[in-house]
């Protein structure tokens, strides 16, 4: 890695590692406690577990940048998803934010589209 603060070995100097020399980059690495309570609260947030995130937090210390309703809005959706009930997935999305699914067509339309396959799916058509 390049002492000068630059990202070029992130950039310009990238090439694709073996095992070998991954294992030996990671070996090398220096991680401190906060960088992995980061990585892992940032892991809870983008996933969704709101519970996690809370206890996490108070446990450890460490703050997150999402407010908690988007990450029970997360949760929320990702549950839904998991249970083939597009239309909560979209009620919950919608109360949390009007303007994500207009700003957002492809995912609407994905979701949708996922909602015939979950209506065909229970013979609902």
């Known amino acids: 890695m390049m002492d000068d603060g630059s990202n070029a070995h992130y950039t310009s100097r990238r090439k694709n590692l073996n095992l070998r020399e991954w294992n030996d980059h990671l070996n090398n690495e220096v991680l401190n406690r906060?960088?992995?309570n980061r990585v892992v609260m940032d892991y809870l947030v983008y996933e969704?577990?709101?519970e996690a995130v809370q206890i996490f937090s108070e446990e450890t210390g460490?703050?997150?940048k999402a407010s908690m309703d988007s990450v029970t809005c997360r949760d929320r959706v990702k549950r839904s998803l998991e249970n083939g009930d597009i239309a909560e997935?979209?009620?919950t999305l919608n109360k949390f934010d009007k303007n994500t699914l207009?700003?957002?067509p492809k995912i609407h339309f994905k979701l949708q589209q996922q909602?015939?396959?979950e209506l065909i799916r229970n013979n609902q058509t």
């Open 89 to 91: 997935a979209i009620d």
């Open 62 to 64: 460490t703050t997150y």
């Open 115 to 117: 909602m015939l396959v």
């Open 34 to 36: 906060d960088q992995i």
């Open 48 to 50: 969704g577990y709101s």
């Open 102 to 104: 207009e700003t957002n």
